[in-house]
């Protein structure tokens, strides 16, 4: 599971960055030249939303089929619960920086159409700083938030493989002394 979030996290990281920079390169939004450019801005801030959906729903079905695999596997084979207590607790541990991390990304995307000229929010900023500026220190906040939360559930998954051997060596350690195939 490490190399598959490694991957489907790092194009995740790639493609909310590659949208950060195309927002970085509009200049003013009300010259038609720049259109193009929003255009790609919001196809691929929503295309980013939705791929980092999926990378921490997957984190989240694999912690949710994992931890009931531990338990079953636990109960039968009568193994220390501290297997299954740790691979909860890396899940609760995780989902708060998931759901986080979907909160950003849709405020990211809310200021970007708050800030979007062509939009009948109004929206003109706080506290001196524009609406352009305000949604590009939100998308800062979220690039790098999401990242960490990445970063972190990247690590959470590879302890949990590492129990996961664990309970699978002790499995084949009790089959064998019981004279079980396997």
């Known amino acids: 599971m490490t190399r598959i979030f490694l991957t489907l996290a790092s194009v995740s990281t790639m493609l909310v960055v590659a949208v950060f920079l195309i927002g970085l390169n509009i200049d003013d939004p009300k010259l038609p030249e720049a259109q193009s450019l929003i255009s790609w801005h919001m196809m691929l801030a929503l295309s980013g939303l939705i791929f980092a959906a999926l990378v921490h729903a997957l984190v989240l079905t694999y912690f949710m089929g994992t931890g009931r695999w531990m338990e079953d596997v636990s109960k039968a084979y009568q193994l220390d619960s501290r297997f299954q ?91 064998l002394a019981r004279g079980l195939p396997v």
């Open 85 to 175: 207590a740790e691979t909860k607790k890396l899940k609760y541990r995780s989902l708060p920086m998931m759901t986080f991390s979907l909160f950003l990304l849709f405020v990211t995307i809310g200021f970007g159409a708050a800030a979007d000229p062509a939009s009948k929010m109004g929206f003109a900023g706080w506290g001196g700083l524009t609406a352009g500026m305000c949604h590009m220190l939100v998308a800062i906040v979220t690039v790098s938030f999401n990242f960490f939360a990445n970063l972190r559930e990247f690590q959470a998954i590879e302890r949990n493989g590492e129990l996961v051997n664990e309970v699978m060596q002790k499995v084949r350690e009790l089959r």
